[in-house]
């Protein structure tokens, strides 16, 4: 059974634009046919279409069930996007279908790519969520500047992957089960010595995900499933 995303499906149980698009002209679904929603912030919802008007699909749910996220804790992965941006849109997407909580984009000092189409980026979570049967939706943030990110507050522990030679713990030994994290991810050269010590002034941890040289959607794909198979529960 398909999976549909109505985030504000309890206000007036009919289904967005595009979701009853697909329901209607794709599945070519009908008055009385059973679906399951997902509002995006822990439940599920088995319904039934109780009436279509042209482009408009309405909905009455038969049974509300609360889900469990599957992990304990949130993990927030900061990373600067890649030149070719269909490197992170990937990453984006796997790492919604392992389990992530929060992205946002890092603008650095050696970033290739300065401008990145949230909009896009929110529908490839979507639909990630929707084939993974993710409960909560991942949160998405426009792309802010390396600098005043670190000056945010954050929930739990903090971290800074990087390549340059220093004592670093592997990120899989420094994270500890049920505390929220948030790593950073820095561009395809690295971030520079200025940003990994202004990040360690702001309380991040220096952190290795490895002894490989990984690009940097890969590397953040590594932070996110480390920190899942930690606090999976």
Same mark, same amino acid.
């Given at each position: 059974? +398909?999976?549909?995303?109505?985030? &504000?499906?309890t206000d007036?149980?009919?289904?967005?634009?595009?979701? +009853?698009?697909?329901?209607?002209?794709?599945?070519?679904?009908?008055?009385?046919?059973?679906?399951?929603i997902?509002? !995006?912030?822990?439940?599920?919802?088995?319904?039934?279409?109780?009436?279509? +008007?042209?482009?408009?699909?309405?909905?009455?749910?038969?049974? *509300?069930?609360?889900?469990?996220?599957?992990?304990? !804790?949130?993990?927030?992965? +900061?990373?600067a996007? *890649?030149?070719?941006?269909?490197?992170i849109?990937?990453?984006?997407?796997?790492?919604?279908?392992?389990?992530?909580?929060?992205?946002?984009?890092?603008?650095?000092?050696? #970033?290739?790519?300065?401008?990145?189409? *949230?909009?896009?980026i929110?529908?490839i979570?979507?639909s990630?969520?929707?084939?993974?049967?993710?409960?909560?939706?991942?949160?998405?943030?426009?792309?802010?500047?390396?600098?005043k990110?670190?000056?945010?507050?954050?929930?739990?522990?903090?971290?800074?992957?990087?390549?340059?030679d220093?004592?670093?713990?592997?990120?899989? &030994?420094?994270?500890? #089960?049920?505390?929220?994290?948030?790593?950073?991810?820095?561009?395809? !050269?690295?971030? #520079?010595?200025?940003?990994?010590?202004?990040?360690?002034?702001? !309380?991040?941890?220096?952190?290795?995900?490895?002894? #490989?040289?990984?690009?940097?959607? *890969?590397a953040g794909?590594?932070?996110?499933?480390?920190?899942?198979?930690?606090?999976?529960?």
């Amino acid at each position: 059974m +398909a999976l549909f995303y109505a985030p &504000d499906i309890t206000d007036s149980w009919e289904l967005p634009e595009e979701e +009853a698009a697909h329901s209607i002209r794709v599945l070519r679904l009908s008055v009385g046919s059973e679906i399951e929603i997902t509002d !995006g912030k822990g439940h599920f919802y088995k319904a039934e279409i109780s009436s279509i +008007a042209g482009k408009h699909c309405y909905v009455q749910a038969k049974e *509300t069930i609360e889900q469990p996220k599957g992990w304990q !804790g949130r993990i927030h992965i +900061a990373i600067a996007p *890649t030149k070719n941006i269909d490197r992170i849109e990937w990453m984006v997407e796997k790492a919604v279908e392992i389990g992530l909580d929060e992205i946002t984009f890092l603008n650095c000092r050696f #970033s290739e790519r300065k401008v990145v189409k *949230t909009d896009r980026i929110e529908r490839i979570v979507v639909s990630a969520m929707k084939q993974s049967l993710k409960p909560y939706k991942t949160l998405v943030n426009e792309l802010v500047d390396f600098k005043k990110f670190i000056a945010l507050p954050t929930e739990g522990a903090k971290y800074i992957a990087h390549c340059y030679d220093c004592e670093k713990l592997l990120l899989k &030994d420094a994270l500890q #089960s049920g505390e929220s994290a948030t790593v950073l991810i820095g561009p395809e !050269g690295d971030f #520079s010595p200025e940003e990994v010590e202004l990040a360690i002034k702001a !309380g991040y941890r220096p952190v290795s995900l490895g002894n #490989s040289r990984l690009r940097t959607e *890969t590397a953040g794909l590594v932070a996110c499933h480390t920190y899942i198979m930690k606090n999976e529960n």
